[in-house]
């Protein structure tokens, strides 16, 4: 019945319903990470300890140069507590490093890119020659996921021909506009607008049947980030 989630958890494809998956989710997106002042402790305490690892000092040692006890120092490297400005200074003077670079962690900026409709970018990509318009909707380069996501809007019309692909990491589609069979591995989907396909795009996939044009669906890519 279309509007009920028919979840696919085996590689097979084959439909389970109401399988319950919040277990697998492992984080809550709505979630606040952590307040900023909160943050700042705990850029600083990163920071105090990886230079301090990085100089071969033990706990011991900093805290004998900057006349804190050990314990402060560990509260301080943990990011429990929020040290005075006079406690910084000491700790980079310490450390011989400008009083600044501790707060290197907490002025790291984090990547956004806002795309207007219809400002993405037409590229190039495997399907292109076959007659499949790519749009990239987004980049973010390098950044401490771990991870690279490429957002795409992919068109095909009566010109378009089909073409199989694959791929290293994890793909999502979402149909906006048109129908099409669309094949997974040794499996073919239905997909109509307002459907979805989620699957691991090492296997072999692609659009085999375009049963309503235009067809206009949304690609999301993701893959392990290469540093």
């Given at each position: 019945?279309r509007?009920?989630?028919?979840?696919?958890?085996?590689?097979?494809?084959?439909?389970?319903?109401?399988?319950?998956i919040?277990?697998?989710?492992?984080?809550n997106?709505h979630?606040?990470?952590?307040?900023?002042?909160?943050?700042l402790e705990?850029?600083i305490g990163?920071?105090?300890?990886?230079?301090?690892?990085?100089?071969?000092?033990?706990g011991?040692?900093l805290a004998?140069k900057?006349?804190?006890?050990?314990g402060?120092?560990?509260?301080i490297?943990?990011?429990?507590i929020s040290?005075?400005?006079n406690t910084?200074?000491a700790?980079?003077d310490a450390?011989?490093?400008?009083?600044?670079?501790l707060f290197?962690?907490?002025?790291?900026?984090?990547?956004?890119?806002?795309v207007k409709a219809?400002?993405?970018a037409?590229i190039?990509?495997?399907?292109?020659?076959?007659g499949?318009?790519?749009?990239?909707l987004?980049?973010i380069?390098?950044?401490?996921s771990?991870?690279v996501v490429?957002?795409?809007l992919?068109?095909?019309?009566?010109?378009?021909?089909?073409?199989t692909?694959?791929?290293?990491g994890?793909?999502?589609?979402?149909?906006?506009?048109?129908?099409?069979?669309?094949?997974h591995?040794?499996k073919?989907?239905?997909l109509e607008e307002?459907?979805?396909?989620f699957f691991d795009s090492?296997?072999p996939?692609g659009p085999?049947?375009?049963?309503?044009m235009p067809?206009?669906?949304?690609?999301?890519?993701?893959?392990?980030?290469?540093r």
């Amino acid at each position: 019945m279309r509007g009920r989630a028919a979840w696919d958890d085996r590689r097979e494809g084959e439909n389970v319903s109401k399988k319950p998956i919040s277990a697998a989710l492992r984080q809550n997106p709505h979630a606040v990470k952590e307040h900023r002042e909160k943050n700042l402790e705990v850029a600083i305490g990163r920071q105090v300890r990886e230079l301090r690892k990085r100089q071969r000092m033990t706990g011991a040692d900093l805290a004998g140069k900057t006349g804190l006890s050990v314990g402060m120092l560990s509260k301080i490297e943990n990011g429990v507590i929020s040290p005075s400005l006079n406690t910084i200074s000491a700790l980079a003077d310490a450390l011989c490093v400008p009083l600044v670079q501790l707060f290197a962690g907490y002025e790291e900026t984090r990547g956004c890119m806002h795309v207007k409709a219809g400002e993405g970018a037409e590229i190039e990509r495997e399907g292109t020659r076959a007659g499949h318009q790519y749009n990239l909707l987004g980049h973010i380069g390098s950044n401490n996921s771990g991870v690279v996501v490429e957002p795409y809007l992919i068109t095909l019309d009566e010109n378009s021909h089909f073409q199989t692909f694959q791929h290293e990491g994890i793909e999502f589609l979402y149909i906006l506009e048109g129908k099409v069979n669309y094949r997974h591995g040794d499996k073919s989907y239905l997909l109509e607008e307002g459907d979805a396909l989620f699957f691991d795009s090492d296997a072999p996939h692609g659009p085999e049947g375009i049963l309503s044009m235009p067809l206009r669906y949304l690609s999301v890519i993701t893959y392990p980030q290469t540093r």
